[in-house]
């Protein structure tokens, strides 16, 4: 295991969340997105990223159930790479990097209201509070991967 992680930590309402900065591709403002058709209730739209691909936008707000943003313009954008196609996440704000000690993180806990949150990997103790981290492989499911490719692709 590496002596550290690099994490980049962004805000959901008042919960702060990491990802592995291995994954991050770029963070880019809010823009404004596309509707697609019958697509689930937590898929924003697609963006023309770098006007070079179709970029899906997953709010990651209406995934975990929270109340939706009260004004999008304000959100930030992280673009993630996940297998071998690029996503983006609608966060609240984007905060900083950190290097974190492995040491510090413990497995998630084994909690019965946790249902379907397999895509959390862990949960890092800080000096200045909790920080959950997410698990990139697992944020989506390979049922909706497979919905998010069909969606683009038509």
């Known amino acids: 295991m590496p002596s550290e992680l690099k994490i980049v930590t962004f805000n959901i309402g008042k919960e702060r969340f990491g990802l592995d900065i291995m994954n991050v591709d770029a963070v880019i403002e809010y823009q404004e997105t596309t509707k697609l058709p019958n697509a689930s209730d937590y898929f924003e739209g697609v963006i023309n990223y770098r006007n070079e691909e179709v970029l899906p936008i997953i709010n990651l707000r209406r995934k975990f159930k929270l109340p939706d943003f009260e004004d999008k313009s304000l ?19 984007v905060k900083n990097v950190r290097s974190i000690d492995p040491n510090l993180i413990n497995e998630k806990p084994n909690i019965g209201g946790m249902r379907g949150a397999d895509f959390i990997s862990g949960i890092a103790r800080l000096e200045d509070g909790m920080l959950v981290i997410l698990d990139i492989d697992k944020l989506l499911t390979e049922e909706e991967k497979i919905a998010i490719d069909e969606v683009i692709s038509n």
């Open 75 to 93: 959100a930030k954008v992280i673009v993630l790479k996940i297998d071998q196609r690029r996503v983006g996440i609608m966060v609240d704000d």
